[in-house]
């Protein structure tokens, strides 16, 4: 409606003080924080994001004291942006670094990819779908959910140098695929939980299949690209495969960034590239697992979940965990990711370690 000439310049000052005062009300009423998956890795300060400064300069002066020598980086992002990070022993914001089998956790991802692409139909699947030549010996019962949920049934334990799919055995292999398809099934395939890698590395093999493409080739296009991943590099092994259950080199902020994309819902910059039902299902407690494994509660899809205590606050956390401490935590209550890596390889105390420092910067870190 057109204003009358006369109180036209009263009106406006009054509308521009009404649009001023809701505006200073809208500014004082925190909102909650919107993730896309894309973090702003400019530094914000961490008085900013409610960690403790002094505590946090505490953990990274011990840390640095470290006799071992071999912790690597410590990145913490809340709210998408980059409150934190420090590198050790020579590593730097542009190292890349092993980090072992939390790389399982990412061939989880690209299996997703996968399937919502349609190349992969579901995880219901018999893994002898994809997998041209598997021996019809029971290995046709275990489907690609008993993969992720390391419940197989195959002979193969990685803490048993006896088992005949130890993955050491599988590093003597001239022909990876010939000698996973030689191991015989053991138990029934969906009922109990043994961690192997050989799992991972035939969920890696189906979406090579099923791609017609190298994992990682697969992982440059559908995930890396899209999360700003440039540098990685992943190990390939006999006859053109890639081990999708470990060796994958990234940096510190990349793995935050894989952890940043679950928080986000696994949409990046306003496109999904994970579907709602994929994040869910692999952070979810599908399977119980405390009684095998002293870091972890429950196993989804190759992520891990633990209630961490501390003082009289419980966090619900969920993590990709690596040989030597190489961890992705997730923690969505405070909206946070926090990224380490770590070269303690084959040494009980990189574990426990990474754990400690987890345990320190949730203690640091206030509420939302």
């Not at 006896?162 to 001239?174: A, R, T, V």
């Amino acid at each position: 409606m057109r204003l009358p000439a006369a109180g036209f310049a009263t009106n406006t000052i009054g509308l521009a003080v009404t649009l001023l005062c809701l505006a200073q009300s809208q500014k004082a009423v925190p909102r909650p924080p919107i993730l896309d998956g894309a973090i702003t890795w400019s530094q914000a300060k961490a008085t900013d994001s409610g960690i403790d400064t002094h505590a946090l300069q505490s953990l990274y002066s011990a840390a640095a004291e470290d006799p071992h020598h071999d912790l690597k980086g410590i990145v913490i992002v809340r709210d998408g942006r980059l409150v934190s990070e420090r590198y050790f022993n020579g590593d730097s914001v542009d190292s890349l670094h092993d980090i072992r089998s939390a790389t399982k956790s990412i061939t989880s991802l690209l299996m997703g990819i996968a399937i919502d692409k349609g190349l992969v139909h579901s995880v219901n699947d018999s893994i002898s779908l994809y997998l041209p030549g598997l021996p019809k010996d029971g290995k046709e019962k275990i489907t690609i959910r008993d993969l992720l949920n390391m419940r197989s049934g195959l002979d193969a334990d990685d803490s048993d140098p006896k088992s005949p799919g130890n993955e050491d055995n599988l590093d003597q292999s001239s022909d990876w695929i010939r000698t996973v398809y030689s191991i015989p099934v053991k138990r029934q395939p969906g009922t109990n939980y043994l961690y192997c890698s050989l799992n991972a590395f035939l969920a890696g093999a189906i979406v090579e299949n099923a791609s017609h493409q190298p994992l990682d080739r697969f992982a440059k296009a559908n995930l890396f690209d899209l999360l700003g991943i440039e540098k990685f590099s992943w190990r390939h092994v006999p006859v053109e495969r890639t081990t999708g259950q470990g060796n994958l080199y990234i940096t510190t902020r990349d793995e935050a960034a894989i952890g940043e994309l679950m928080l986000a819902d696994g949409i990046v910059r306003g496109r999904r590239i994970l579907t709602h039902d994929w994040i869910a299902q692999s952070l979810a407690s599908q399977v119980a697992i405390a009684d095998v494994d002293p870091y972890a509660d429950f196993y989804g899809y190759m992520w891990y979940t633990k209630t961490e205590a501390v003082g009289d606050r419980k966090f619900k956390v969920h993590f990709a965990s690596g040989n030597g401490g190489n961890k992705i935590y997730l923690i969505p209550s405070l909206h946070m990711v926090v990224a380490i890596t770590s070269s303690a390889y084959n040494q009980k105390y990189g574990q426990r370690r990474s754990q400690d420092i987890l345990l320190k910067i949730l203690a640091a870190t206030k509420p939302e």
